[in-house]
């Protein structure tokens, strides 16, 4: 499997000069005590009022003829603001879960009186991302979360986020809701053109590497 041969396939873009990735201009260089990544016990207090919850979630399905699938689901308090789900094509788990990321940022930054957002996700790898301008697979998303979290951090001093690590297996809490959500998602791929990023194309190149190894090893005639 080549890459000029598939290429073609490819549905995202990339932006390697976006003035959102300029060293001095990044997000995390102008708002790093903003942004902080904590992987303690998820459970916390939901008395503040100033803080929104949210859980996020991607799921891949076994079978290649679904879509992988994201979700995000948001709380204040013990009351639920809004939900969401979608399918997100031909992507892998990290593409899923930083799409999923993007779906909760503006949810939450829209809310009102809201100057903390704590977001739970099972892929701290996808929250550094999202939050990283330069160029990688599902750089749209990141470029999104950052200039949505610019223009809310910039409206008041006292906005923060954070990123909350939850091992799926927990299944807790909201996240576990928001897991149990997104596995209900069955959306079969179709005839039409569905989403394949660069690391999807990347991971099928590569195992179609390791299958051709493979047989040529077992031929005896090798």
């Avoid at 290649?64 to 809004?82: D, P, R, S, T």
């Avoid at 394949?196 to 090798?222: C, E, G, K």
Wanted: glycine share 4%.
């Amino acid at each position: 499997m080549e890459v000029d041969e598939h290429i073609h396939a490819l549905t995202e873009s990339f932006e390697p000069f976006a003035p959102e990735a300029c060293p001095g201009d990044r997000l995390l260089d102008c708002f790093a005590d903003r942004l902080p990544f904590d992987k303690r016990d998820p459970t916390q207090d939901r008395a503040d009022l100033l803080t929104v919850l949210a859980a996020t979630d991607g799921s891949v399905p076994q079978s290649n003829q679904y879509q992988v699938a994201l979700a995000a689901i948001i709380y204040k308090g013990h009351c639920e603001l809004e939900r969401t789900r979608y399918v997100s094509g031909r992507v892998t788990a990290p593409d899923a879960e930083l799409n999923a990321i993007l779906c909760t940022v503006r949810l939450a930054v829209k809310q009102a009186n809201c100057q903390h957002i704590m977001v739970f996700t099972d892929s701290m790898g996808s929250a550094h991302r999202a939050v990283d301008p330069s160029v990688h697979s599902g750089q749209a998303f990141s470029l999104s979360v950052c200039r949505a979290l610019q223009e809310w951090f910039e409206a008041s001093d006292l906005c923060r986020i954070t990123f909350v690590y939850v091992p799926s297996a927990l299944r807790w809490d909201i996240h576990g809701e928001a897991h149990k959500y997104v596995t209900e998602l069955k959306v079969t791929v179709g005839h039409r053109k569905t989403d394949n990023s660069i690391d999807v194309l990347h991971s099928r190149a590569m195992h179609s590497v390791l299958d051709s190894w493979s047989s040529t090893f077992q031929d005896p005639t090798y």
